[in-house]
């Protein structure tokens, strides 16, 4: 048997360690000690955790649901969980989840073996979608054109400071994680919005809200509880999320919403740091881009005055040329004269004579 330590965002199960169960150990147990011993027997009696997927509808009565699990292996085990478990609205058919808890055996029953082996579990550590209900709803997306739409992309152009919204569970720690990892920046607004629902239509009411005039300039999802965490899962919640115009990033472990995010990190801090990287690249690209500006300026400036010069120098050479052009026109002009003047006095003579 393996330990199992949670690392659940939910409150009621950090740190918790105890003996992993698989279906198939279990009876194992339960075929070596069916004769005379097995109610004696302190691993019976033990809590364990023990995982595996949700493949029977849910009967959901007064003070508990009822339904089936299947190991990986294809073995099957009766579960019921009571109310004050809590996390209700995770069970769903398909789903794999993770159970704490302990066995109870109906001793009446006990010709009829596994079929009345029930693991009560007192904690739903956590609920996943399956990857074939995963492949389905984003197959779905597909068809509907959804998942052709391009990324979004933060921008930090032209602004005295971004403002976030981060959207987490009420009881998580993730928004105040997130703004002491931004405070020692002025650039950052961050805004708060606790979920405070499990119904996907005031999820999408949500995401309309605050979308709505271009407010935000990045909506950050973080720190959801496994109970709320299935919202994030929801196609008309997906499709709000997609239909967004303000850039959308999650950071809530695996999730289907993942696939419709604009950009996903693993966690809180990460998605923080990441943002605080982007801010410094920009910046840096602003000021290289005013560096070269500055430089490309100062070039232009030194080859126009090159230029000016050496058009100033290609003038003087013309006006120097058309002076000594002139100067050489007038002295053959005086030349032409005196040769006129000679040829008129010599005519002159001839005819006195």
């Excluded at 302190?42 to 029977?56: H, N, Q, R």
């Amino acid at each position: 048997m393996a330990v199992y330590q949670s690392n659940s965002n939910s409150s009621n199960s950090n740190n918790i360690n105890f003996d992993k169960i698989t279906i198939e150990e279990f009876r194992n147990l339960y075929i070596q000690n069916l004769k005379g011993s097995f109610y004696k027997n302190d691993a019976v009696k033990k809590s364990y955790f023990i995982e595996g997927t949700v493949c029977s509808e849910i009967e959901r009565q007064k003070h508990g649901a009822s339904f089936k699990i299947q190991s990986d292996e294809g073995n099957l085990l009766n579960v019921y969980v009571p109310k004050r478990a809590g996390l209700q609205s995770s069970l769903e058919l398909g789903n794999k989840i993770t159970l704490y808890g302990l066995f109870n055996i109906y001793e009446n029953n006990i010709a009829n073996q596994l079929d009345f082996i029930e693991f009560k579990a007192s904690r739903i550590l956590d609920s996943t979608t399956s990857e074939s209900k995963k492949e389905a709803i984003l197959f779905s997306l597909n068809e509907m054109g959804f998942l052709d739409k391009p990324k979004k992309e933060l921008s930090f152009d032209n602004k005295d400071f971004l403002k976030l919204m981060v959207v987490s569970s009420k009881d998580g720690s993730a928004s105040a994680e997130i703004a002491n990892c931004l405070k020692n920046t002025d650039f950052f607004e961050v805004s708060m919005h606790y979920i405070d629902t499990y119904k996907s239509s005031d999820m999408v009411e949500m995401f309309q809200t605050l979308d709505k005039n271009n407010y935000y300039d990045a909506i950050l999802i973080t720190g959801i509880d496994s109970s709320q965490k299935r919202l994030f899962e929801e196609i008309d919640v997906l499709e709000a999320i997609i239909e967004c115009s303000t850039p959308i990033i999650t950071a809530m472990g695996r999730c289907i919403a993942d696939e419709v995010a604009d950009i996903v990190e693993e966690g809180p801090l990460s998605a923080a740091r990441m943002l605080l990287y982007q801010y410094k690249e920009s910046k840096f690209e602003q000021q290289e881009s005013s560096k070269v500006m500055n430089e490309h300026n100062s070039n232009l400036f030194i080859t126009l005055n090159k230029e000016k010069e050496d058009l100033e120098h290609k003038i003087s050479l013309m006006f120097n040329d058309k002076v000594s052009l002139s100067s050489k026109i007038k002295n053959q002009q005086r030349i032409i004269l005196l040769l006129s003047a000679f040829s008129f006095i010599f005519l002159l003579i001839l005819i006195l004579k």
